[in-house]
């Protein structure tokens, strides 16, 4: 009985052999013709250099024009300036095209708009700030809330620039 199952073994190692044998060859067959093909290196252009041309115009990195300018900008400034050292707001940690204006009311004859910021609503008063560039409002109506915020320019001067929130339509 073990004669017959190492017989039955070898048997089907060769059957075995056979089928691969046959599958070696159709595949040598199929790929014969077979040849990868890479493209060219496309062909790279030679540097050509461009002449500087501007060494006779005012070099604008000389020392004395930066000082220049600094110095005719803090004239120009008017010494406006953003209190550092008075407490934040919350509604400054948003951009002011962060938050909307989605209502008014009225107490005592005082005007406080609704603005919502992130996921919450704040009332707001003349006087308060909001926004990142140190904007307080300055005039509340039904339509909108006007400010005004302090900016620096390029010449680090501060400039005020008015900006307002409009009345926006919440939807349910």
Known sequence: MRKALVLAAVALLVACGEEQSELKEELKLATKDLRGKVDPLPQVKPYEPVPYTAEGEVDPFRPERINVAQAGG?????????????????????PLESIQMVGTLTRKKEYFALVKAGSSLYRVRKGNYMGQNFGVITLIDDGQVSLKELV?????????????????EVRR
Do not use: C, I
């Open 74 to 94: 803090a004239r120009a400034g008017g010494g406006v300036k953003p209190n550092f050292d008075r407490p934040k707001e919350p509604l400054e940690a948003f």
């Open 152 to 168: 620096q320019d390029s010449g680090g001067d501060w400039t005020e620039r008015t900006s307002a929130l409009q009345l926006q």
